[in-house]
Antibody, heavy 118, light 107 residues
Framework: EVKLVQSGAEVKKPGESLKISCEAS????????IAWVRQMPGKGLEWMGI????????RYSPSFRGQVTISTDKSISTAYLQWSSLKASDTAMYYC????????????WGPGTTVTVS | DIQMTQSPSSLSASVGDRVSITCRAS??????LNWYQHKPGRAPKLLVF???SLQTGVPSRFSGSGSGTDFTLTISALQAEDFATYYC?????????FGGGTKVEIK
């Protein structure tokens, strides 16, 4: 079964750093782009960026460039989203999702990680 | 950025109703348009890709149409499990973007 498992909920203070994870299983991790999507409380979905684990090519949406870092560790089939200095406005649900090259859609999603900054 | 505008932002409908949601792109995106269903407390689910292709396992009451800048998601006969928020997403540009969402509620 193809699956993405995300790390658990986080409660942090403004200014703290954070790295959340997304572990893939059931497919060749290196061969599929992994995207990160934000949903702020009561709001819609926002595309943050995407990374190709095969060569760590990461691309960020303009709104998120410089605000977060996306990375992967192929040896453990895991993608990461990290912040160096959290703000209250980073409070949100964060989803990772696999992009299917056939459809260009996000066909497998993780359950989400809730990040609360307060 | 390519802006994606969905309408309506919410609608009320009854089980069995035919429902249509529209999505307009701020520039030409060919058929690089996906639709997702999102229920509270769950991960979003891909319904339609490439504007009109149904993802495997998605019921045939869902259909997508359109090309260029104007797209539509139609649910032919709404079922109880279809009450959710629906998002369009363009995958034409290097910076994919989502529409604002359409919440489908029970009348």
């Amino acid at each position: 079964e193809v699956k993405l498992v995300q790390s658990g909920a986080e409660v942090k203070k403004p200014g703290e750093s954070l790295k959340i994870s997304c572990e893939a299983s059931g497919y060749t991790f290196a061969s599929y782009w992994i995207a990160w999507v934000r949903q702020m409380p009561g709001k819609g979905l926002e595309w943050m960026g995407i990374i190709y684990p095969g060569d760590s090519d990461a691309r960020y949406s303009p709104s998120f460039r410089g605000q977060v870092t996306i990375s992967t560790d192929k040896s453990i089939s895991t993608a990461y989203l990290q912040w160096s200095s959290l703000k209250a406005s980073d409070t949100a649900m964060y989803y990772c999702a696999r992009r299917d090259p056939r459809s260009n859609g996000l066909d497998v999603w993780g359950p989400g990680t809730t990040v609360t900054v307060s | 950025d390519i802006q994606m505008t969905q309408s309506p932002s919410s609608l009320s409908a009854s089980v069995g109703d035919r429902v249509s949601i529209t999505c307009r792109a701020s520039q030409y995106i060919s058929t690089y348009l996906n639709w997702y269903q999102h229920k509270p407390g769950r991960a979003p689910k891909l319904l339609v890709f490439a504007a009109s292709s149904l993802q495997t396992g998605v019921p045939s009451r869902f259909s997508g149409s359109g090309s260029g800048t104007d797209f539509t998601l139609t649910i032919s006969a709404l079922q109880a499990e279809d009450f959710a928020t629906y998002y369009c997403q363009q995958s034409y540009s290097n910076f994919p973007t989502f529409g604002g969402g359409t919440k489908v509620e029970i009348k």
